[in-house]
């Protein structure tokens, strides 16, 4: 821990003197992609300093996305802030991660047909006892959680897509392919929400933490709704760009 200096005699609060050694460690090379930090307790013991210093030194650095907390694990250095910019642009994630110089993968995790969900099929316009597909998969990068997603789809629409491997194919590439339905554009809603047990377990983040819920609208050129999915992203793994244009009229 060589890294941290500590001065007691410093006008300068303690926790940014451990955010800063912390950050220029990281910057200059010192500590690198997926080291280990220290706990909080060797924080403590080693420069005799109180455990809310530490967690505010540490939580401003998560924000910043160049830590990362694993559940039961530890927190650790990370370079996996995914940025995304879900306003102009259309990737399928294996796409997506190329193009930042990650090597990405999916677990598919669920696959069924259902008949029943009274929120989803009210979105999909489907009346109960009709053939809805739901998957759930999740998507990594570098063997790093990115997000969890359940996808549900009309099952009338897509015949048979239940057949298809979703851990190696795209689902834009087999609706275009396969059924001549080209993705036209995708409508996102974006909140915070607390992460679900069994997604917190999937995501290696601490139960009841906030993440991103992501519930999007996929349209095809004539404006058929084809897809409703709605998927959870750690905030300390994803960052959201926003573009905003001036109507000119």
């Not at 005799?48 to 939580?59: D, F, G």
């Not at 370079?79 to 190329?98: A, H």
């Not at 099929?121 to 998507?139: A, I, Q, W, Y």
């Not at 709704?225 to 750690?234: D, H, T, Y």
Request: with cysteine.
């Amino acid at each position: 821990m060589r890294y941290i200096v500590i001065n007691k005699f410093s006008s300068i609060p303690l926790y940014i003197q451990l955010r800063n050694s912390i950050r220029q460690a990281i910057d200059d090379g010192t500590l690198k992609n997926k080291d280990k930090l220290p706990t909080e307790d060797e924080l403590c013991d080693t420069f005799h300093i109180s455990r809310p210093v530490v967690r505010q030194a540490y939580a401003d650095l998560l924000a910043q996305g160049v830590l990362i907390r694993m559940k039961g694990k530890g927190t650790f250095v990370t370079k996996q802030v995914i940025s995304r910019n879900f306003t102009s642009e259309l990737y399928n994630f294996s796409g997506e991660m190329d193009r930042l110089g990650k090597s990405p993968k999916t677990q598919v995790l669920v696959v069924e047909v259902i008949h029943n969900d009274p929120h989803v099929f009210t979105l999909l316009g489907l009346k109960e006892g009709e053939d809805c597909l739901h998957f759930k998969r999740l998507r990594s990068a570098d063997n790093i959680p990115v997000y969890v997603e359940d996808s549900y789809i009309d099952l009338k629409q897509f015949p048979h897509l239940e057949k298809v491997d979703f851990g190696v194919n795209s689902l834009f590439q087999v609706f275009e392919t396969k059924y001549q339905r080209p993705v036209h554009k995708t409508y996102n809603v974006y909140n915070a929400q607390l992460v679900s047990d069994i997604d917190a377990n999937l995501l290696d983040v601490e139960k009841r933490s906030a993440v991103h819920r992501v519930q999007s609208f996929t349209y095809d050129t004539l404006g058929r709704l084809m897809e409703v999915s709605i998927a959870s992203f750690p905030g300390e793994r994803n960052t959201f760009d926003v573009i905003v244009r001036r109507d000119r009229k």
